[in-house]
Every structure is written in C-alpha cells, then in structure tokens.
C-alpha cells in the first residue's frame, strides 16, 4: 500500500446519482467510491499516481429529501468534438436556456464522512523526478492550505463539500451508526478508457457499524 490520507467531507447535499433511474435523480445512501477519489483529485491530481479508497466512515445517519433541479437535457458530442478538434464549423457547447429542463431528485442532506485512502505508482507516468515522499507532502500541504484544482462537490457541481485534512488516524471521530447495513450493489468505479464506451464496475458494499471497507469488498467488483 501506498502513502495513505485521511479527510472529512460535508455537505448541506449530495446526489451520488443510481445508474439505473434513467429520468428522475435518486442518490445512492452514501458517497461512492469514485466520488470519493474525485473529491480528492479535485485538492490534489498527477498522470504518476492513481488514488485508491480505502475505507469510508458514515457519521451522520442517512437523510434524504426531495428538491427540483434545472439540468440540460442533451450531453456534448465526442465526436462533434473531434470534428471541431479537425476543423469543422460546427458549434462546441450547449445551449442551458434552450435545452433546460426541470427534473425531481431525491438527495441526501447534512453528509458527513470519513474518507481513508493512499495513493499509487502508475509506472507508465512515473518519471525520474517523481518520488512517493514528495506527492505525499505536496497533498498534505494542499488540504492543510485548502487548496484545490477545481471546487470539490457531493455528486454535482451545486452540493460544494467542505474537505479537511485529518492528521492523526486516531483523531477520525466514531460513527454513531452501530450493527450490519447491507447497502446492495453500488457504483465502485468507471473505466474512461474509451471514451465512446464507458465502462462501470460495481461492488457490493456492507457497511459496519459506520464503516464500509472498500478494500475488502472491492475484491468482489462486477463489470
């Protein structure tokens, strides 16, 4: 294992949207694996490393409530990007105002988290001046200051998460919640290998007392 991190995450909301609910938006009842790394590749990305999550620790009680929110109703083209990237006249956006729509969405509210997780080599990436040392201190300098790339958020870019650097592993507050919760099948990561063909994989999360070890369960992952 890598040089590992732990951080608290909040929120006032989150949306880790379920695949399968293709019209209305319905979250997952905690954060997911991958949202979780992009939290922390918001505060702190390289090509020479690759995050890995580890444990996650719920601290509040799961919460959720209904809200309305205005989404687009069509995606950017990848190949009308490329097109663009080739020279071709084309228009590279979206319109909101013209392809707004307002759709219901079932949220979480009042998030709070633990989130354990080191980081790896990616031995393609990893040059001569690359060293484990200095990506750890660099990531512990940047969530000391509050420092990111781009705002980190819960699921979407409106639910912004508070993110701070927990310095002792002994100082990570005790959850709460007590017993087994089978939480069923959820997103563990995406695979954006092919742009064109994305491709999910799914783990089978149980949370224990508060705690879900993603490590453990994520050697079961299903594609």
Request: charged share 30%; proline share 4%; aromatic share 8%.
């Amino acid at each position: 294992m890598g040089y590992g991190i732990s951080i608290r995450i909040q929120g006032t909301y989150a949306l880790f949207t379920r695949p399968e609910m293709k019209v209305e938006r319905v979250s997952y009842d905690v954060i997911t694996p991958s949202a979780a790394r992009g939290i922390i590749e918001a505060v702190y990305w390289k090509p020479a490393i690759r995050w890995v999550i580890d444990k996650i620790h719920v601290l509040r009680e799961v919460e959720f409530t209904n809200i309305r929110r205005n989404e687009v109703s069509e995606k950017a083209s990848v190949d009308n990007a490329l097109q663009v990237m080739k020279g071709a006249d084309k228009l590279l956006y979206i319109a909101a105002t013209e392809a707004r729509q307002q759709r219901a969405a079932m949220v979480l509210k009042d998030v709070d988290y633990v989130i354990e997780a080191h980081f790896e080599k990616v031995d393609k990436e990893w040059g001569e001046r690359d060293t484990e040392e200095g990506h750890y201190n660099i990531v512990l300098r940047r969530l000391r200051n509050g420092q990111h790339f781009h705002a980190p958020c819960l699921g979407t870019r409106e639910f912004p998460a508070r993110v701070e650097l927990i310095e002792e592993r002994e100082s990570i507050p005790k959850s709460p919640l007590t017993g087994k919760r089978d939480l069923g099948w959820m997103l563990y990561d995406l695979d954006f290998t092919n742009q064109r063909d994305i491709k999910p994989s799914f783990y089978h999360a149980i949370m224990q007392d508060g705690v879900i070890d993603v490590s453990e369960l994520a050697r079961e992952v299903r594609r």
